[in-house]
């Protein structure tokens, strides 16, 4: 009886202590270097807008999203390497950035900051995530290689019941942009579950008239398996001068 006894006595004490554990794990808060690596395994990957384009071939192109991991600063920030091509053409970047993911400061009304770099020389990092990492230029380089800042996007993380993870933009000044005639550009971002990123950059003159980018919603991107490239959709399959013509005032180029 004495041997029964204890060892119910031991088997609920482990109930009791096992229940804490999982409680502690569960309300745990979320440390602010949690959303950092939330939000850059999110954006890394292999992305298309594929969906988005066949809904509305009038207005957005199937584009591929290419990001990987580069680098770590001393600080702990991340930096990724990101590029965006057409689908048909994907060793051909049109845009090629560093994206540095690191926590808001404490004082910020946010979670999570990520801004946009120049790279010191783009041609060398051409398809850098589809390279084996001893063909890539290597962490130090790439730190080095890290050019003038462009923008920077403030993430929170969003509230319960809705279908995104984290979303933020740009302050509404935006930041310094000359291209096609803009004197100032915008960023918004949001990180959806299962990786899936909407983005949606414009530029603006002057008088606040827009004068690049889409204008009817962000971009759709979301990971597609590589038989993504045999793209069944015939009103995408469109000659690279019509997407040249297209393409000028609506999307920003390599600057």
Known sequence: MMGGQRQRVVLKTLVLIGGALLLKRLTK?????????IVADSLAGEKFSRE????????????????????????????LYFEQAFWRTPRKPFRQRFFMVKPCSKEMKCDVELSTYAIRDSEEYKNFCDRSKDQRPQPEEVIGDIAEHLTTIYLKRCDRGKRCLYEGSTPADGFPNTWNGASYCTSELTVLKNSEIHSWDRGYDDSGNQVWGVKDGPYEFKPAPSSSFSDPFSSLNFPPQFMEKRIDGSFVLQE
Do not use: K
């Not at 988005?52 to 930096?79: H, I, K, T």
């Open 52 to 79: 988005q384009a066949s809904r509305d071939p009038d207005n957005y192109f199937n584009l591929r999203w290419l990001s990987c991991p580069a680098a770590e600063m001393v600080d702990g920030s991340r930096v």
């Open 29 to 37: 808060s979320t440390t602010r270097w949690d959303h950092t690596r």
